[in-house]
């Protein structure tokens, strides 16, 4: 009997779903699947925990001698075998390993060959070096396809045991002095003296060559001994020997070029100088190293859908270019300025940007010397300053364009909104928080009394169902003339995100926003699929390039814009304008506890982007208390915008500030 106690519940379907899945990755992974005929059927009853009780469903698995009927090839089934799955050692040999005091001891270790896949890197302090290839491999018979699928009728398929250590390829203590593991052939782990593939069962190897073995052959190779520091530098190297290989193919084909269509391999002259002048190190400040990566997905595509195209080094050039282009105005872009890898660590918006308060202040520490005594006319001159102090660190930088469009509104007389392009409609709607308390439903009958007309429930905390039967509630209370949405804040598992989007439309909501990891933007997209109303993005949203391939690809139909995530109010009416052109829906918002600071900034933006749809957040109406002398206020369930005077309208209360500083 199998006992479910994580999801509610699983059905026979989704179990063949995930064994669809487990079939392509072990696929992937090199491990055989075969072909069968029936040899048991076994009929059995899975007790299943639901939401409430627990029930039994008779259920039929099939398997044969192989393994789990895992999928049909037409009407073919497919058993799965996975060496050594089914038998118990594997966590018994990692102790064992991580306990051996010496070589023999470590040697004795993983000789059990428990592990079911993997290769071994050893050295000790008596200086031995030891690599062996891929734990437990079955012994099979010479003459099959092995990385494909196999005759399971046949019965020369069938394993015959497991190869012993000393069948394995491995290395024990080179003349070269070292060894090298990339997930890559054994054939190449050291310079000289490798294991001899002929030696071996032809389905025992199938890894080739690839660029982190070559790579990390070269630096081995490179000197006799290593310090420390010389170590450490060449393990975080950025030079990209791949680039040199691919470029030099690339070269060739543009000096061919020439010869048959001189104008087309011209209009490239620009971009193959930069490329070729390039030292292939990858930096913030490289644009080669951008061309290089745009050019090698576009290579890759073209490659694998229309495989005989002629010039395809070129024409992938071409779409590169063209890409970067439309994207970003021009195709020389720095790398900083696409590849954004920040960490998240606790603070109040590492989700968002990966900013902590104490990295916020050491931002802004860093950037105000460098702008002291300069002069700033205008919105563009704020962001044209601020932008380039440092890379990333967008919530700071938006803190710092705030308070400069400040002081050009007090300098020029006039309110934030009209610096941004003057009032696209007289007030804006605010979203009330249906955040699971317990008298949720009554600050909802609350509220839509005092004139609200859009709530937003916050879900993924309970199960989908839960949450599901929660946003049906909220439509219940507040009738069909409000706006109503659900917020998962990447909180959902893609399955789960699937369960409350198949039942987002019958629940009454109008929109489902960020359901799963803002990255995964297939998900976003399998979501957008199944939903009845449309997916929104927040944490997935950064850059204009995120909203365009976000649409492009159908993972949503609007998105929610922050100060935070974008760098100042510049950017985020750029990415307001973009999503307009694109008919996506636009959403304002702060992040949690933001003051009347950023409510005020956030509030004449909504009176200035191209449409809102989907209404603001503000998070300050929220707080017990405030640092400005008259918090921005909610009347008749609509911003009131600032009016203490131009820019932001606001006037703050420096008692205040000193009462609530930490730091």
Same mark, same amino acid.
């Given at each position: 009997?199998?006992?479910?106690?994580?999801?509610?519940?699983?059905?026979?379907?989704?179990?063949?779903?995930?064994?669809?899945?487990?079939?392509?990755?072990?696929?992937?992974?090199?491990?055989?699947?075969?072909?069968?005929?029936?040899?048991?059927?076994?009929?059995?009853?899975?007790?299943?925990?639901?939401?409430?009780?627990?029930?039994?469903?008779?259920?039929?698995?099939?398997?044969?001698?192989?393994?789990?009927?895992?999928?049909?090839?037409?009407?073919?089934?497919?058993?799965?075998?996975?060496?050594?799955?089914?038998? !118990? &050692?594997?966590?018994?040999?990692?102790?064992?390993?991580?306990?051996?005091?010496?070589?023999?001891?470590?040697?004795?270790?993983?000789?059990?060959?428990?592990?079911?896949?993997?290769?071994?890197?050893?050295?000790?302090?008596?200086?031995?070096?030891?690599?062996?290839?891929?734990?437990?491999?079955?012994?099979?018979?010479?003459?099959?396809?092995?990385?494909?699928?196999?005759?399971?009728?046949?019965?020369?398929?069938?394993?015959?045991?497991?190869?012993?250590?000393?069948?394995?390829?491995?290395?024990?203590?080179?003349?070269?002095?070292?060894?090298?593991?990339?997930?890559?052939?054994?054939?190449?782990?050291?310079?000289?003296?490798?294991?001899?593939?002929?030696?071996?069962?032809?389905?025992?190897?199938?890894?080739?060559?690839?660029?982190?073995?070559?790579?990390?052959?070269?630096?081995?190779?490179?000197?006799?001994?290593?310090?420390?520091?010389?170590?450490?530098?060449?393990?975080?190297?950025?030079?990209?020997?791949?680039?040199?290989?691919?470029?030099?193919?690339?070269?060739?084909?543009?000096?061919?070029?020439?010869?048959?269509?001189?104008?087309?391999?011209?209009?490239?002259?620009?971009?193959?100088?930069?490329?070729?002048?390039?030292?292939?190190?990858?930096?913030?400040?490289?644009?080669?190293?951008?061309?290089?990566?745009?050019?090698?997905?576009?290579?890759?595509?073209?490659?694998?859908?229309?495989?005989?195209? !002629?010039?395809?080094?070129?024409?992938?050039?071409?779409?590169?270019?063209?890409?970067?282009?439309?994207?970003?105005?021009?195709?020389?872009?720095?790398?900083?300025?696409?590849?954004?890898?920040?960490?998240?660590?606790?603070?109040?918006?590492?989700?968002?940007?990966?900013?902590?308060?104490?990295?916020?202040?050491?931002?802004?520490?860093?950037?105000?010397?460098?702008?002291? &005594?300069?002069?700033?006319?205008? !919105?563009?001159?704020?962001?044209?300053?601020?932008?380039?102090?440092?890379?990333?660190?967008?919530?700071?930088?938006?803190?710092?364009?705030?308070?400069?469009?400040?002081?050009?509104?007090?300098?020029?007389?006039?309110?934030?909104?009209?610096?941004?392009?003057?009032?696209?409609?007289?007030?804006?709607?605010?979203?009330?928080?249906?955040?699971?308390?317990?008298?949720?439903?009554?600050?909802?009958?609350?509220?839509?009394?005092?004139?609200?007309?859009?709530? +937003?429930? +916050?879900?993924?905390?309970?199960?989908?169902?839960?949450?599901?039967?929660?946003?049906?509630?909220?439509?219940?209370?507040?009738?069909?003339?409000?706006?109503?949405?659900?917020?998962?804040?990447?909180?959902?598992?893609?399955?789960?995100?699937?369960?409350?989007?198949?039942?987002? &439309?019958?629940?009454?909501?109008?929109?489902?926003?960020?359901?799963?990891?803002?990255?995964?933007?297939?998900?976003?997209?399998?979501?957008?699929?199944?939903?009845?109303?449309?997916?929104?993005?927040?944490?997935?949203?950064?850059?204009?390039?995120?909203?365009?391939?976000?649409?492009?690809?159908?993972?949503? +139909?609007?998105?929610?814009?922050?100060?935070? +995530?974008?760098?100042?109010?510049?950017?985020?009416?750029?990415?307001?304008?973009?999503?307009?052109?694109?008919?996506?829906?636009?959403?304002?918002?702060?992040?949690?506890?933001?003051?009347?600071?950023?409510?005020?900034?956030?509030?004449?933006?909504?009176?200035?982007?191209?449409?809102?749809?989907?209404?603001?957040?503000?998070?300050?109406?929220?707080?017990?208390?405030?640092?400005?002398?008259?918090?921005?206020?909610?009347?008749?369930?609509?911003?009131?915008?600032?009016?203490?005077?131009?820019?932001?309208?606001?006037?703050?209360?420096?008692?205040?500030?000193?009462?609530?500083?930490?730091?």
């Amino acid at each position: 009997m199998a006992r479910q106690s994580i999801r509610p519940y699983y059905d026979v379907e989704e179990i063949r779903r995930e064994l669809r899945f487990c079939l392509s990755l072990f696929q992937e992974l090199g491990i055989v699947t075969v072909n069968v005929t029936w040899r048991a059927i076994e009929e059995i009853s899975l007790e299943i925990l639901k939401t409430v009780g627990i029930e039994r469903r008779p259920a039929i698995f099939r398997k044969t001698h192989h393994g789990p009927i895992v999928g049909y090839q037409g009407d073919t089934p497919l058993a799965l075998r996975m060496a050594k799955f089914e038998e !118990p &050692g594997w966590l018994d040999q990692w102790y064992a390993m991580t306990r051996a005091t010496d070589l023999d001891t470590f040697m004795a270790a993983v000789s059990r060959l428990d592990m079911l896949f993997g290769n071994y890197l050893y050295a000790d302090q008596a200086g031995n070096i030891f690599y062996a290839y891929n734990a437990a491999v079955p012994r099979r018979a010479e003459g099959f396809a092995w990385a494909g699928i196999v005759d399971g009728s046949d019965p020369a398929t069938d394993w015959q045991g497991y190869h012993p250590m000393p069948e394995i390829p491995q290395l024990l203590n080179p003349e070269s002095g070292w060894l090298q593991n990339c997930n890559g052939t054994p054939f190449l782990s050291t310079s000289s003296a490798n294991p001899n593939p002929s030696d071996f069962p032809s389905y025992m190897v199938r890894e080739g060559d690839n660029p982190r073995h070559r790579q990390a052959r070269r630096i081995m190779s490179s000197q006799d001994r290593f310090t420390f520091e010389e170590w450490a530098r060449l393990a975080y190297s950025t030079h990209l020997l791949q680039a040199e290989e691919d470029f030099t193919g690339l070269v060739a084909e543009w000096r061919r070029l020439r010869n048959a269509d001189r104008a087309r391999a011209d209009r490239l002259t620009d971009a193959i100088e930069l490329m070729r002048t390039w030292d292939h190190v990858s930096t913030v400040e490289s644009e080669a190293m951008t061309l290089y990566v745009f050019w090698g997905e576009e290579r890759n595509r073209l490659r694998r859908s229309t495989p005989d195209r !002629p010039w395809i080094g070129v024409a992938s050039l071409e779409e590169a270019m063209a890409t970067l282009q439309r994207d970003w105005g021009t195709w020389r872009v720095p790398w900083g300025d696409v590849n954004r890898l920040q960490r998240s660590p606790p603070g109040p918006a590492p989700t968002f940007s990966g900013e902590t308060t104490t990295g916020m202040i050491a931002a802004v520490e860093y950037m105000a010397p460098r702008i002291a &005594g300069r002069e700033i006319a205008s !919105p563009q001159d704020a962001r044209a300053m601020i932008e380039p102090l440092m890379y990333g660190n967008h919530a700071a930088k938006s803190a710092l364009d705030m308070a400069f469009l400040d002081l050009i509104g007090k300098h020029r007389g006039e309110p934030l909104h009209e610096l941004l392009g003057g009032r696209m409609r007289e007030r804006a709607a605010v979203i009330w928080l249906v955040a699971g308390t317990p008298d949720e439903l009554q600050l909802v009958r609350r509220k839509r009394d005092d004139g609200f007309v859009a709530f +937003k429930v +916050k879900v993924a905390v309970n199960g989908p169902e839960a949450d599901l039967e929660r946003a049906r509630a909220t439509r219940a209370v507040v009738g069909s003339e409000v706006r109503v949405s659900a917020d998962a804040n990447q909180g959902y598992s893609p399955a789960d995100a699937l369960v409350f989007a198949k039942g987002a &439309g019958y629940v009454g909501l109008d929109f489902f926003e960020q359901p799963v990891m803002g990255e995964d933007v297939e998900s976003m997209r399998a979501c957008a699929e199944v939903c009845a109303v449309p997916i929104g993005a927040d944490e997935g949203l950064h850059s204009l390039r995120d909203i365009r391939y976000h649409h492009d690809i159908g993972a949503a +139909k609007g998105g929610s814009l922050k100060l935070i +995530k974008f760098g100042g109010t510049g950017r985020v009416m750029e990415a307001g304008r973009l999503m307009h052109e694109l008919g996506m829906k636009i959403n304002l918002a702060g992040k949690a506890a933001n003051t009347s600071i950023g409510a005020a900034a956030a509030a004449h933006i909504a009176l200035a982007v191209p449409n809102l749809d989907w209404d603001i957040s503000l998070s300050s109406q929220y707080l017990a208390d405030d640092v400005v002398e008259r918090p921005v206020a909610v009347a008749d369930g609509h911003i009131v915008t600032p009016s203490d005077g131009p820019g932001l309208g606001i006037i703050v209360d420096e008692d205040k500030i000193a009462r609530y500083r930490r730091a």
